[in-house]
């Protein structure tokens, strides 16, 4: 079992950052591809940033291509969204979530059913 907890968010105004960050427990982190979702009101949940097992692989929507970027750090069972040049439109809550490297192959997935292990998500605020 993987239980993953987020933090790092809160109100930020447009145009300025805020960095994310995923802490796992349990064991397996280092063979689990990772991923940002977010949601928020009148949307689909959206997938935001993935990263495969090992970092060499990575996705990112459209809308935060070049704005955000995910890393992990194996040593410490975490990983991070930074998120620049933020928009109101990135207002949402955002979940970390967990997925098997094996059951994908060697790359990322951006398939909500293909995640194994969910946070509580933490809410991204930004005011325009």
């Known amino acids: 079992q993987v239980t993953l907890v987020e933090s790092g968010g809160g109100l930020v105004q447009a145009g300025g950052s805020l960095r994310l960050s995923c802490a796992a427990s349990?064991?397996?982190?280092?063979?689990?591809?990772m991923g940002w979702f977010r949601r928020s009101p009148g949307k689909e949940h959206e997938s935001v940033a993935t990263i495969n097992w090992n970092g060499g692989a990575t996705w990112y929507a459209d809308s935060v291509k070049g704005r955000f970027i995910i890393s992990r750090d194996d040593a410490s069972n975490m990983v991070h969204l930074q998120m620049n040049s933020l928009k109101p439109e990135d207002t949402a809550v955002y979940y970390c979530?967990?997925?098997?490297?094996?059951?994908?192959?060697?790359?990322?997935?951006?398939?909500?059913?293909?995640?194994?292990?969910w946070g509580q998500g933490t809410q991204v605020t930004v005011s325009s």
């Open positions: 979530a967990a997925y098997w490297q094996y059951r994908i192959g060697v790359g990322v997935t951006t398939k909500h059913d293909d995640y194994d292990y």
């Open positions: 349990g064991h397996g982190f280092s063979n689990m591809g």
